[in-house]
């Protein structure tokens, strides 16, 4: 059964960088792309960027270049790192996983919410 | 990037009606489009892909339809737990992938 695993800290400061990892058991990271997707409190989905883990990432523009997202294959897991973050980054992320041929998003993680509070 | 417009924001329904929920792309995305359900603190889950293919264990009364910029998520007769939030999603232009902004389904 395959499941992602989200965690990170769950308070972050106004600047800071926010960091996650999410932890994928029982599928292999090298046959799909790996997406992290946030929501807002009371808000929509809104998509933050994937990684292939051969080392394409591709992100939303939205984000102005803050995100950075990798992979370590020898742990199976996905990371996600946000610096000078803003109240706006308050949301809830996923990690989901999206097939090589299929682009959509057919396993989710639970979710991790992050506070940016000072 | 491709606006996802979802209508109706909210829908009242009762239990054992037909859901007929909205999806409209700012462009032709063919048929690449995904439904997911939320439920209250929990992740979204998929429910539709390709417009209309049900994911495995999804039950039959849930059914996507159209192609284009026009598609339906149908619910053929609402049980309890139907009452909750569905997201449509486009994954034929990138970046971004977009969502809409959300149906909620609600007991009226």
């Known amino acids: 059964q395959v499941q992602l695993q989200e965690s990170g800290p769950g308070l972050v400061e106004p600047s800071e960088t926010l960091s996650l990892t999410c932890t994928v058991s029982?599928?292999?990271?090298?046959?799909?792309?790996w997406n992290w997707v946030r929501q807002s409190p009371g808000k929509g989905l809104e998509w933050v960027g994937y990684l292939f883990y051969e080392g394409t990432i591709t992100y939303n523009p939205s984000l102005k270049s803050r995100a950075t997202i990798s992979v370590d294959t020898s742990k199976n897991e996905i990371s996600l790192k946000l610096k000078s973050v803003t109240f706006a980054d308050t949301a809830t992320y996923y990690c989901?996983?999206?097939?090589?041929?299929?682009?959509?998003?057919?396993?989710w993680g639970k979710g991790t919410t992050v506070t940016v509070s000072s | 990037e491709i606006v996802m417009t979802q209508s109706p924001a909210t829908l009242s329904l009762s239990p054992g009606e037909r859901a007929t929920l909205s999806c409209r792309a700012s462009?032709?995305?063919?048929?690449?489009l995904a439904w997911y359900q939320q439920k209250p603190g929990q992740a979204p889950r998929l429910l539709i892909y390709?417009?209309?293919t049900r994911a495995t264990g999804i039950p039959a009364r849930f059914s996507g339809s159209g192609s284009g910029t026009e598609f339906t998520l149908t619910i053929s007769s609402l049980q309890s737990e139907d009452f909750v939030v569905y997201y449509c999603?486009?994954?034929?232009?990138?970046?971004?992938?977009?969502f809409g902004q959300g149906t909620k389904v609600e007991i009226k």
């Open positions: 989901t996983r999206e097939g090589l041929d299929y682009n959509y998003m057919d396993v």
């Open positions: 390709g417009a209309s």
């Open positions: 462009q032709s995305i063919s048929n690449k």
């Open positions: 999603q486009q994954y034929n232009n990138w970046p971004p992938w977009t």
């Open positions: 029982g599928s292999a990271i090298s046959l799909f792309y």
